[in-house]
């Protein structure tokens, strides 16, 4: 079977980073916290010969979901152009309430108030089988209360959003975060994965859980 590839598209004034998965040599892709610009993320997708299976969110604040609906619309509309089925945005069941509420997701603030929905409601140890790859649904609450993390076993992929950052961990003075909740969250339910497992996060560059065990200052 091929190897799964992941790659990166930095955007919105958070540099957020939405990420595609796919096996290499294949045309399916998952979509990762579609950032700001859903219409020009499947636009470059479409360009490189992807096409959009699904879409995960690790949280719903507004700088990882103000281009969901847009990466939405675009990808249902082509997938009834070719006879397949809806493409499905997935999230874990304590995020509906920020996903719901522009105040909550910070949209508001932000100047641009958006609210949204996922298709699929998962919670802690789901299985996620799309194109072809499969992950596992951590739930590590604390930047968010539905705050979660997809584990590509397979891989050696963890995708961390805003839980796990590069020698940093997610802020948690937004609604619904908790620091004693998000370190504990990362001590229990990441710092079990292989030390070799790769995190991409929600900002900034790539880690490895072994790195962020011995050098996160947050989590010494």
């Given amino acids: 079977m091929a ?19 796919y096996r290499e040599g294949e045309k399916e892709a998952i979509v990762v916290d579609p950032a700001d610009r859903g219409a020009d993320i499947y636009s470059a997708l479409v360009k490189n010969g992807f096409r959009v299976a699904g879409i995960l969110l690790t949280h719903g604040h507004f700088d990882h979901i103000w281009g969901l609906d847009a990466l939405r619309d675009a990808a249902n509309a082509a997938a009834e152009c070719d006879g397949l089925e809806p493409v499905k945005v997935y999230a874990h069941e304590a995020e509906r309430e920020l996903l719901r509420s522009a105040e909550k997701n910070v ?4 100047g641009r108030p958006y609210t949204t929905y996922a298709d699929c409601y998962v919670k802690d140890g789901d299985e996620i089988s799309l ?64 030390d070799d497992t790769r995190v991409f996060p929600g900002h900034g560059e790539r880690t490895t859980i072994g790195h962020e065990k011995e050098y996160n200052p947050f989590l010494g």
């Fill in 3 to 21: 190897e799964i590839k992941i790659g990166r598209m930095v955007m919105s004034v958070c540099q957020t980073n939405c990420y595609f998965l």
């Fill in 131 to 194: 194109a072809g790859m499969q992950c596992k649904v951590i739930a590590t609450p604390g930047h968010t209360a539905g705050g979660c993390c997809y584990y590509f076993e397979e891989a050696g992929i963890l995708v961390s959003g805003d839980t796990l950052f590069a020698e940093s961990v997610g802020r948690t003075d937004f609604p619904t975060g908790s620091m004693s909740t998000l370190v504990r969250s990362i001590r229990e339910k990441l710092f079990v994965l292989p």
């Fill in 107 to 110: 949209s508001a603030q932000a």
